[in-house]
């Protein structure tokens, strides 16, 4: 046999001597195991750029005005898009559109609310620049933000009363906004311009006259001063008011309790003033120095339940005496402060409490339940709202109920539905 053939052999029988031995090994439980781990996919699944879903809910509702029962049902969508797109550029869009049966106000049933759009650019590892349509929420409150600046005239739809719900569902304002970081702080500036004067509720409708119908600028800077304390401070100043200064401050006093305190304070003319001069009403200029303040705690158990309490204070509303007397006079001046101080998103009396639970995993596990109550000073009326709400891997179903209760013309005994409840469906896309 020529010797070129010796080398072809061997290799014949290593390889049949190999095979053999995979054969015997694969009888082995622990090393078939280490095979699959080894055979395993390598891919990592991308999270998807798109978070979107659609949510159907139903209800009934004890209307005041007539006393009769009224059904409700709405539909969303709602949609957004974050993608980072090349390196150190990103796009962010969010949209929502609700329609309602019957209409939330009037005869608009569909009402489209651009939350964000906008580019964003890191120049570099702690330099940011955004441009578009952003939804600016500032605050360390739960229920009242005295410096939450950009909230004005934000909500053109709501679908609950839940705190998290109203600044989550506003649309933002048109700005340029930079941001410098550094270690343990930061440095926010923004301008947003006027671009036009007049509010429009159409479907469809940017609206960019709700949010940037004046000039406003603002900056912020956070800086931490230790492990549990990093306290922020705000300049806002826009065409109307003086220069507003603003600081949120938070303190961990225990693995399980959180003291937080907001303020805001500046020269301005009452809540009053603005609604009146809005209209073209005449009104005294009772322009002063004006605080704003929400202070309480939260504390969290061990079994996931969270409890918050806080005390609020409006010095731009009205006190007990002028809350009495504009409820007691003419009926369209109260109307006039009414809808002023809502789409201001301010309480219209200077003092109120407000009180929130909320519980994760509560009972079993993927339940979470939810209660609010807010309590007006002035005139002792109380809102309640309760929700449980049952989450599966793409979809959420929620139970929820609203109580209104208080004197004629009071804080929530004017709001138009006095017992209400839906039930609700969100499916994930």
């Avoid at 906008?118 to 605050?139: E, F, H, K, P, T």
């Avoid at 702080?185 to 940017?206: E, H, K, M, V």
């Avoid at 731009?316 to 789409?343: E, H, I, K, S």
């Avoid at 002792?380 to 599966?392: D, F, I, P, Q």
Wanted: aromatic share 10%.
């Amino acid at each position: 046999m020529p010797e070129s053939r010796y080398p072809l052999r061997c290799c014949v029988l290593v390889m049949c001597a190999a095979l053999y031995n995979f054969a015997q090994a694969t009888e082995d439980p622990d090393l078939k195991a280490l095979m699959l781990a080894d055979q395993a996919p390598k891919t990592v699944e991308q999270p998807s750029n798109w978070r979107s879903f659609i949510e159907a809910g139903v209800g009934r509702s004890l209307l005041r005005s007539t006393d009769s029962d009224q059904n409700n049902q709405r539909l969303s969508v709602d949609l957004q898009y974050d993608n980072s797109f090349a390196p150190g550029w990103r796009v962010m869009l969010s949209d929502r559109l609700d329609m309602s049966w019957p209409p939330q106000s009037g005869d608009q049933r569909s009402i489209n609310t651009i939350k964000e759009a906008y580019l964003s650019w890191q120049a570099s590892s702690d330099q940011l620049l955004d441009a578009g349509r952003i939804n600016v929420r500032n605050g360390v409150a739960l229920g009242y933000n005295p410096t939450d600046f950009f909230r004005s005239s934000a909500l053109r739809s709501v679908v609950s009363v839940d705190p998290a719900s109203l600044k989550e569902n506003r649309q933002g304002s048109i700005m340029l906004r930079g941001q410098q970081l550094w270690d343990g702080g930061s440095l926010t500036a923004l301008f947003s311009p006027r671009i036009s004067d007049q509010a429009n509720n159409a479907a469809f409708n940017p609206d960019v006259g709700a949010t940037n119908h004046e000039n406003r600028w603002m900056l912020a800077l956070s800086q931490k001063l230790s492990a549990d304390i990093t306290p922020q401070w705000l300049l806002f100043k826009s065409e109307q008011q003086p220069v507003q200064f603003g600081m949120n401050l938070t303190g961990l006093i225990n693995d399980s309790t959180v003291l937080f305190a907001e303020w805001a304070g500046g020269r301005s003319t009452s809540l009053l003033t603005q609604a009146y001069q809005q209209q073209g009403i005449p009104a005294q200029n009772d322009n002063a120095f004006r605080n704003r303040a929400a202070v309480g705690v939260s504390y969290t158990t061990t079994n996931k339940l969270t409890l918050t309490g806080e005390l609020e204070y409006n010095g731009g509303a009205l006190d007990a005496q002028q809350w009495d007397r504009l409820r007691n006079g003419p009926l369209p001046l109260y109307g006039v402060y009414r809808n002023a101080v809502q789409l201001a998103q301010e309480n219209p009396t200077k003092r109120s409490a407000f009180v929130y639970a909320s519980w994760q995993d509560a009972l079993i596990n993927h339940l979470d339940l939810s209660a609010m109550t807010r309590y007006d000073m002035a005139d002792a009326s109380r809102m309640w709202w309760l929700e449980a709400r049952y989450h599966l891997s793409h979809s959420e179903y929620a139970l929820q109920w609203q109580r209104n209760s208080g004197n004629k013309l009071s804080d929530y005994g004017a709001a138009p539905k006095a017992l209400s409840w839906q039930l609700l469906a969100r499916y994930y896309f």
